[in-house]
């Protein structure tokens, strides 16, 4: 039986060994932390139970393709529930804005800010659609390894404009600023500035319409815990707490890896979901090719960092829904500053996560779970000690938080923490603390990303954030079946 190894048992780690195994590849996954998720990690303080991201799950059906292709149900293993509405969108002015795929929720919504915009946001919603079937149905889960598979997907990224950004497109369809944030913002979802991301990534407005927006019970490690179960019934093998300390090759080919403990195991494909700069440079250092794609790595650009306050506070809070975004007073010049300034800012823009108000078990009873989060630069362009300052900015954004939504907040809280840029490279080896690896601009997407497998080393594969299409759940899920294709064509030939 052919054996390949994944490095890295994240939402992409994992989904691409069940697709190895169900396809009967022995697959073992070695995972460096205590416990498998990698972003989707978990803490359990005081009873609260804490995700630590990602929050947001759409396509479900993605997902479910896992289960489907050994003939089972993620819901044997998994309850997925709606959110309603997607997301509670609020700025400083008190305006509110429920965000969902309800049509004359939605219209309504539009009506309330503008009633010119609501026939621009239809014209919209077409745009998405179009961009939806040809970046994410026909591209998505496609590798690009060659410059022409990029110049045959030309015509259809010029006919929708792919060259603008997705601020840029959505302004062409309507006028009110507070609704042009609206349409805008998924990008920093995946890392992207909506001010400079291509225009495709408008998909997710189509994708989140057609799909709806769930949280799994329990949390987003329970989807890890469910996909791990599924794993190990198909017969994978999952090694925890013993990190890759080095990819072993003889000549151009990849041979197995060594952990740190000094376990070793040979395979014959390896696959890394682990930080893309920290596979090539920690994981293949010595070796030339490593060396060169390191080299070439760092000179592109990343995504930011996030700063995250973890929160448990005593009393229910039934006028939050599970998801706002609280915009801070500026929107143009606060992306500046975290994707170009490199400016801690005084103001700031938060997501704010609220599992209790789906799933009260994520904290004791008649008490609420919380996380607000916010977009800060990476460690290359702000690289303060957030040892120092983790705490004052912990601070000023509870502070925000009992301004806007929760007056008595701070007098509440039963328990607390934070999760800061040094983290992410603590923990994940981010590559300067980024939260979503590449930036994802147009000329870092698709070919231009790092390819699902290596152009030297022919048997070793990537997964995950770093290459093709990018982050997010269905970004690195949909990497994994891209590189999934790749590795069992080349293993059965």
Partial sequence: ??????????????????????AGISTTVVEARDRPGGRAYVWEKDGFVFDAGPTVITDPACLQELWSLSGRSMADDITLDPVMPFYRLNWPDGTNFDYSNDEAMLTAEIRKLNPKDVEGYRRFLDYAAGVYEEGYVKLGHVAF???????????????????????????????????????????LLVGGNPMTTSAIYALIHKLEKDGGVWFARGGTNKLIAAMVSHFERLGGTLRLGD??????????????????????????????????????????????????ATRALERKSFSPSLFVVHFGIKGASPSIPHHMILFGPRYQGLLKDIYDNGVLSEDFSLY?????????????????????????????????????????????????????????????????????????QHDLSAHLGSAFSLEPVLTQSAWFRTHNRDDV??????????????A????????????????LDDLRN
């Fill in 243 to 292: 990190p890759v300390d080095d990819i072993v090759m003889l000549g151009d080919r990849a041979t197995g890896v060594v952990t740190k403990s000094g376990w070793r195991m040979e395979a014959d494909a390896v696959a890394s979901n682990a930080d893309i700069v920290h596979s090539y440079r920690d994981l293949m250092s010595g070796s030339i090719r490593g060396e060169r």
């Fill in 457 to 470: 080393i022919k048997n070793l594969y990537f997964v995950g954030a770093g290459t093709h299409p990018g």
């Fill in 472 to 487: 997010g759940i269905p970004g690195v899920v949909g990497s994994a079946k891209a590189t999934a294709a790749l590795m």
């Fill in 352 to 424: 704010l996560h609220h599992p209790t108000a789906t799933d009260p078990s994520m904290a004791p009873e008649g008490c609420s779970t919380f996380y607000a989060l916010a977009p800060v630069p990476h460690l290359g362009k702000l690289p303060i000690d957030w040892e120092t300052y983790g705490p004052i900015y912990a601070d000023r954004i509870l502070a925000e938080v009992e301004k806007r939504l929760i007056p008595d907040l701070r007098e509440r809280i039963v328990t607390q923490f934070h999760y800061s840029p040094v983290d992410f």
């Fill in 1 to 22: 039986m052919r054996k390949a190894i994944v490095i890295g048992a994240g939402f992409g780690g994992l989904a691409l060994a069940i697709r190895l195994q169900s």
């Fill in 145 to 187: 390894l060659k410059f022409g598979a990029m110049l045959k997907a030309a015509p259809a990224l010029a006919k929708y404009q792919a060259w603008r950004s997705v601020y840029s497109m959505v302004s062409s369809f309507v006028e009110n600023e507070q609704l042009r944030q609206a349409l805008s913002f998924h990008t």
